[in-house]
């Protein structure tokens, strides 16, 4: 990978690509993925910008690995276990091990935000019925979640 890649309006960059967020799954709207360090940049991390059109949401799932997540823009709400949070730029989200997360952008606005993980890591796993029922119990929870 080069030094240096320039940063472009649209929160694009220079020789990265923007990707279909998970191409082989459908339980999620309007995202996309831009690797900024990936495989070749020699870490044992990656670090990704994902970007959800306003509206859209990422996948309700859970894994072993942990998500270290930087929000750069816009505005949405996070679910992660039990509990909803509203984010904005600059807050910090860490989603622990075996911990159900879904991320939501305001329907006016797109959310936009960095995230760290594991080079290696386990694949995400999606509710099961039984899941779903528990994280329904709560009515603010119910009325957040997609699947
Ligand atoms: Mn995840």
Same mark, same amino acid.
Request: glycine letters at 6%; one cysteine or more.
């Given at each position: 990978?080069?030094?240096?890649?320039?940063?472009?309006?649209?929160?694009?960059?220079?020789?990265?690509?923007?990707?279909?967020?998970?191409?082989?799954?459908? !339980?999620?709207?309007?995202?996309?993925?831009? *690797? &900024?360090? /990936? $495989?070749?940049?020699? @870490?044992?991390? +990656?670090?990704?910008?994902?970007?959800?059109?306003?509206?859209?949401?990422?996948?309700?799932?859970? !894994?072993?690995?942990?998500?270290?997540?930087? *929000? &750069?823009? /816009? $505005?949405?709400?996070? @679910?992660?276990? +039990?509990?909803?949070?509203?984010?904005?730029?600059?807050?910090?989200?860490?989603?622990?091990?075996?911990?159900?997360?879904?991320?939501?952008?305001?329907?006016?606005?797109?959310?936009?935000?960095?995230?760290?993980?594991?080079?290696?890591?386990?694949?995400?796993?999606?509710?099961?019925?039984?899941?779903?029922?528990?994280?329904?119990?709560?009515?603010?929870?119910?009325?957040?979640?997609?699947?």
């Amino acid at each position: 990978m080069k030094p240096v890649s320039r940063f472009r309006p649209g929160f694009r960059w220079d020789d990265v690509a923007l990707e279909p967020y998970k191409p082989e799954d459908a !339980h999620y709207r309007d995202v996309s993925r831009q *690797v &900024l360090f /990936g $495989a070749d940049a020699g @870490l044992a991390a +990656e670090l990704r910008y994902f970007e959800i059109a306003p509206g859209g949401w990422t996948t309700l799932e859970r !894994h072993a690995h942990v998500h270290a997540v930087l *929000v &750069l823009r /816009g $505005a949405g709400r996070v @679910l992660v276990g +039990e509990a909803l949070f509203d984010v904005a730029p600059f807050d910090r989200v860490r989603v622990p091990p075996r911990t159900w997360h879904q991320l939501r952008a305001a329907d006016d606005a797109p959310l936009g935000f960095l995230c760290l993980v594991d080079a290696l890591r386990d694949r995400p796993e999606r509710p099961g019925p039984d899941d779903l029922a528990a994280l329904r119990a709560d009515p603010e929870r119910a009325a957040f979640l997609r699947v």
